[in-house]
């Protein structure tokens, strides 16, 4: 085989059998002998081809699998690969389907004899698919962190925030570390007979996000004085956690708690 012959065969094999789902020309690349020593689990010959390459593709429709660089010799081609898909399909790995996106990275090296791969070695990063496939998005994050307050849902509801989060709240003031959020956030259930705070914008860019809300709440203690005001607030995220965040409102719909607070 030729040098320019190997580097078709990749070619052929990433073009028809992953990304346009024909998998039986993985008959006609890969010798019924064919094994994958990084993969040994996998069956020999071009069956676990075809079952890699189906399970990628019934996971993420748009599964779609680039080659960014490949060099070859008389008998072996090797190129580096960026995939990338959308999980809105079948599970993956033990993972469910949760619309997020994923792009990652992988290396192969293609053993060839009379036309045919007998051996293969793939280098993928896993891990960067799985965190990709696992980590919520900010708006996931921001969708969650309003459905758990209006459900009453504090203890859920304080697991959205990072162990070393910071918070600048205008009645509670300046808090540090979940370690101190939890506690505060415990007696939210008796402190009000109602408590909704229902978005009306919501906007998200990379790590950062906004919400403007509006809050309606009886305060358990005073009962008689409905509390409706307009907020904003602003959010930082890390690795799928809520690092920072800092709410403004309209501070006269609170103003008994502000009094308590004071001592009048």
């Not at 305060?219 to 800092?246: L, Q, S």
């Amino acid at each position: 085989m030729s040098i320019e012959s190997n580097k078709a065969l990749m070619w052929r094999m990433i073009e028809e059998i992953w990304n346009k789902g024909n998998y039986d020309v993985a008959d006609e690349i890969f010798a019924p002998e064919h094994t994958s020593p990084s993969a040994p689990q996998l069956p020999p010959g071009p069956e676990a081809v075809k079952m890699l390459a189906r399970m990628f593709r019934e996971a993420m429709p748009d599964y779609h699998m680039l080659i960014d660089f490949m060099v070859a010799d008389e008998d072996k081609v090797s190129a580096r690969f960026i995939q990338s898909g959308t999980h809105t399909g079948a599970e993956l790995m033990g993972i469910k389907p949760s619309g997020r996106k994923a792009t990652w990275t992988e290396i192969g090296t293609l053993l060839i004899k009379n036309g045919k791969v007998v051996t293969s070695w793939y280098e993928v990063d896993m891990l960067a698919m799985v965190q990709q496939l696992t980590t919520p998005t900010p708006r996931e994050i921001m969708d969650k962190y309003y459905e758990y307050a209006n459900a009453g849902k504090w203890d859920d509801w304080c697991d959205l925030f990072a162990d070393n989060m910071v918070m600048d709240e205008q009645l509670a003031g300046h808090i540090e570390g979940l370690a101190t959020l939890r506690p505060m956030m415990a007696g939210m259930g008796q402190a009000y007979k109602k408590f909704q705070n229902v978005p009306k914008h919501i906007f998200a860019d990379g790590n950062e996000g906004a919400v403007v809300s509006h809050i309606s709440a009886l305060a358990a203690k005073y009962p008689d004085k409905p509390i409706e005001a307009e907020v904003m607030n602003y959010f930082r995220f890390e690795n799928g956690k809520i690092v920072y965040m800092a709410n403004f409102h309209d501070s006269k719909p609170f103003q008994p708690f502000l009094d308590q607070i004071a001592g009048k």
